[in-house]
């Protein structure tokens, strides 16, 4: 079965920098694009980034444009986020997602604290 985990989240300083990485299994990985996505608490859950599946074309949400980074490696079956200059607005779970159409999946998230 599709299974997506996320890891590499915590707490951090403003101005500090964290990379989440999302494990894939249970797919043909390195055929599908990738999306991150965070939620905010009382907040809809938004699109960071998003990467296509050879990872030649990237795509990023307003608010993380030029601090954040997608990447993936499809030998690890395993896309990344690399985030710098974090915000306290950057707090959130953020998500791993896959579009496998019609089913989106969706990991557990792991949580990103930015706090003096």
């Known amino acids: 079965q599709v299974r997506l985990v996320e890891s590499g989240g915590g707490l951090v300083q403003p101005g500090g920098s964290l990379r989440l990485s999302c494990a894939a299994s249970g797919f043909t990985f390195s055929r599908y694009a990738m999306k991150w996505y965070r939620q905010a608490p009382g907040k809809e859950r938004e699109l960071v980034a998003y990467i296509t599946s050879a990872g030649g074309s990237t795509n990023y949400g307003d608010s993380v444009k030029g601090r954040f980074t997608i990447s993936r490696d499809n030998a690890k079956n395993t896309v990344y986020l690399q985030m710098n200059s974090l915000k306290p607005e950057d707090t959130a779970v953020y998500y791993c997602?896959?579009?496998?159409?019609?089913?989106?999946?969706w990991g557990l998230g792991t949580q990103v604290t930015v706090s003096s």
């Open positions: 997602n896959a579009l496998l159409a019609p089913i989106n999946y």
